[in-house]
């Protein structure tokens, strides 16, 4: 059974670090295209970065770029996000997704999705 557990997240000032992970189990995340969401209070979920396993290609919303990275350890079935640079605007739940099918995590319609990790930026 597929399961994913974010960890990471907490409550920082702006221009603080936290770099969140993604634990997945039930099968190889290398196999699967996976992305990070967030859903702020009053906001609808957004994507924040995706990896796509057909190309290795790596994508990031422009307003996270050069702030936030995203990477992996494939040895430990894990996906990170490092977030630099936090603005109170990132306050929200992160969310990671997977799908064997690129367009699903795209769009928002993965299969699998963890329960969230709470990311609280304080001006």
């Known amino acids: 059974q597929v399961h994913l557990v974010e960890s990471g997240g907490g409550s920082v000032q702006a221009g603080g670090s936290l770099r969140l992970s993604c634990a997945a189990s039930?099968?190889?995340?290398?196999?699967?295209?996976m992305g990070w969401f967030r859903q702020g209070p009053g906001k609808e979920r957004e994507r924040v970065a995706t990896?796509?396993?057909?190309?290795?290609?790596?994508s990031l919303v422009d307003s996270v770029k050069g702030r936030f990275a995203l990477s992996e350890d494939s040895a430990k079935n894990t996906l990170y996000l490092q977030m630099n640079s936090l603005r109170p605007e990132d306050t929200a739940r992160y969310y990671c997704?997977?799908?064997?099918?690129?367009?699903?995590?795209?769009?928002?319609?993965?299969?699998?999705w963890g329960q969230g990790s709470q990311v609280t930026v304080s001006s």
């Open positions: 997704a997977a799908d064997r099918l690129w367009g699903k995590v795209i769009f928002g319609t993965a299969d699998y």
């Open positions: 039930g099968y190889t995340a290398s196999e699967y295209s």
């Open positions: 990896i796509d396993r057909g190309d290795g290609s790596i």
